[in-house]
């Protein structure tokens, strides 16, 4: 996705489109539907900042059942452009925020929002809270079955 700048001029703009998963390098397994992505341009030159907001709709695998789940994954983020700073060195940028040159014309900005897409992935994928998983004995499914291989008898 990118941002041609003299469609922007000074002030608030509002952008909200619809994104394949390849146009943000997003895994096409893991993404099912088009990322919606939303963002609050303000601009007030030499300063670019955007707030960022992605919807988009992930498969994931139970860590627990092992059954395929989608679920919604939402995505924030913040990012400071500011132009004119050609002398400075790239190696300054800091993660949030970004120096590019004055006469800079379009920004790409799929790189930054593939980052904040893939940190906001849920570092366990659990179909629901209160999976049950399988059973260690027999492998059944124990959301949707019941066994007898923890039943413990007293003697
Ligand atoms: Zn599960
Ligand atoms: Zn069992």
């Known amino acids: 996705m990118k941002l041609y700048l003299p469609s922007y001029p000074q002030g608030h703009h509002f952008i909200s489109e619809e994104l394949e998963p390849s146009e943000l390098r997003a895994d ?3 993404f099912l ?11 007030n030159d030499p300063y670019l900042r955007l707030n960022y907001r992605m919807n988009a ?17 939402n995505a924030e983020g913040m990012l400071v452009f500011v132009l004119g700073a050609n002398t400075r060195d790239k190696s300054q940028d800091e993660d949030e925020i970004k120096y590019i040159s004055a006469d800079t014309v ?6 930054d929002l ?8 849920p570092l366990k994928s659990l179909c629901k809270d209160d999976c049950k998983g ?3 004995s027999c492998g059944c499914n124990l959301n949707e ?8 008898t007293n003697p």
């Open 57 to 73: 709709f992930i498969h994931l695998i139970c860590d627990r059942c092992l059954e395929d789940y989608e679920q919604p994954l």
């Open 114 to 121: 593939h980052d904040i897409l893939m940190l906001s992935l």
């Open 106 to 111: 379009e920004i790409d900005l799929s790189t």
């Open 28 to 30: 096409s397994a893991l």
């Open 134 to 136: 399988l059973c260690s």
């Open 145 to 152: 079955d019941t066994c007898d291989c923890h039943i413990v």
């Open 33 to 43: 539907k088009t990322i919606h992505v939303q963002i609050q341009l303000d601009r």
